[in-house]
């Protein structure tokens, strides 16, 4: 550090210095310049300066050392409130969506007897929780009431519990499809549904219209009751029967043999003669060439025969 002569001068001198590297480094003024002054203040006491002034340094020291404190933190509670202000409370983040799938099939549609399976079976718990508990999100096809009713062959009433719940699960698939996911589905046939193993579903495009064959189904997705992730649930037309379950679909009935065209045009032979020789209005029937020869034979035959009789009845007279 410079030397001075006096405690004064080396006062002044660091007084000077701390104002200007307080005013531009203000924590290097607390830190360098402060113990340094202090230290000024030892070496002079320690040469054996005079008491009174000693004292007087001291003072100087001291009224310096509180105005550098008191404007260090008048500085730094401004600086700190300038340069850090108060950051806004984070907004909260959006629920996760959720659907209450017995509700949903409750107000959108016609899917009473679908809902009704479902609530009996429990398989609506296992769909819940994929729909709600799962990155995958999942697919559901509901049939309508009509197509449970039109139903025929075969027959629900006679499957097993475990039956009618993987018949539910091959209703839908593990996983959320839009209706624009169908598309590259029908490239990937057969698909794997929620019943597993051989439930498998074929789709199909037709110029923009999806359809979905089962082995004994053939029906078209149609409506979308609900398409937002994770959930998505399509009205279908029929109900899809597994060939797991039911085994090989019939083969389809033979068409109807066509019925026998009553206007024939040509006419047999026989009927012709028939009608030419019992209808009076009839126009005569013509004798081809080669029918000639024969006729003229026949009837010299009979005249031959008749002057034969002729003859013999003369002479016994």
Request: charged fraction near 10%; proline fraction near 9%.
């Amino acid at each position: 550090m410079f030397r001075s002569n006096t405690v004064a001068e080396e006062w002044d001198f660091q007084e000077d210095i701390c104002f200007w590297f307080f005013v531009y480094f203000p924590s290097t003024a607390v830190f360098y310049f402060l113990p340094r002054a202090l230290g000024s203040i030892l070496r002079h006491y320690a040469v054996g300066a005079k008491k009174t002034k000693l004292l007087r340094d001291l003072r100087m020291e001291g009224a310096m050392f509180l105005k550098v404190a008191i404007m260090i933190l008048m500085t730094g509670s401004a600086a700190y409130g300038a340069t850090k202000p108060p950051s806004p409370s984070p907004a909260p983040a959006p629920a996760p969506f959720s659907v209450n799938l017995t509700d949903l099939l409750t107000v959108t549609g016609p899917y009473h007897q679908f809902l009704s399976y479902l609530e009996s079976t429990k398989v609506i718990e296992t769909l819940q929780h994929q729909a709600n508990d799962s990155h995958q999100g999942v697919t559901i096809f509901v049939p309508t009431d009509d197509a449970f009713s039109s139903l025929k062959k075969p027959s629900l009433s006679n499957l097993t519990q475990d039956q009618l719940k993987n018949l539910l699960l091959f209703h839908s698939l593990p996983k959320f499809y839009s209706l624009a996911d169908f598309r590259n589905l029908s490239k990937l046939s057969p698909v794997a549904t929620f019943a597993g193993g051989p439930f498998t579903l074929n789709f199909t495009d037709d110029s923009g219209t999806i359809h979905v064959y089962s082995g004994w189904t053939t029906t078209k997705i149609g409506s979308a009751v609900l398409s937002t992730y994770p959930v998505a649930v399509y009205q279908v037309g029929g109900v899809l029967l597994p060939e797991a379950i039911f085994g090989a679909a019939p083969p389809p009935a033979p068409a109807p043999a066509p019925a026998p065209d009553t206007n024939v045009s040509d006419i047999s032979p026989s009927s012709s003669v028939s009608s030419t020789n019992g209808s009076p209005n009839s126009s005569p029937a013509t004798t081809s060439p080669s029918a000639a020869p024969t006729s003229r034979l026949v009837g010299g035959g009979v005249l031959l025969s008749s002057l034969l009789v002729i003859s013999g009845i003369t002479a016994l007279l």
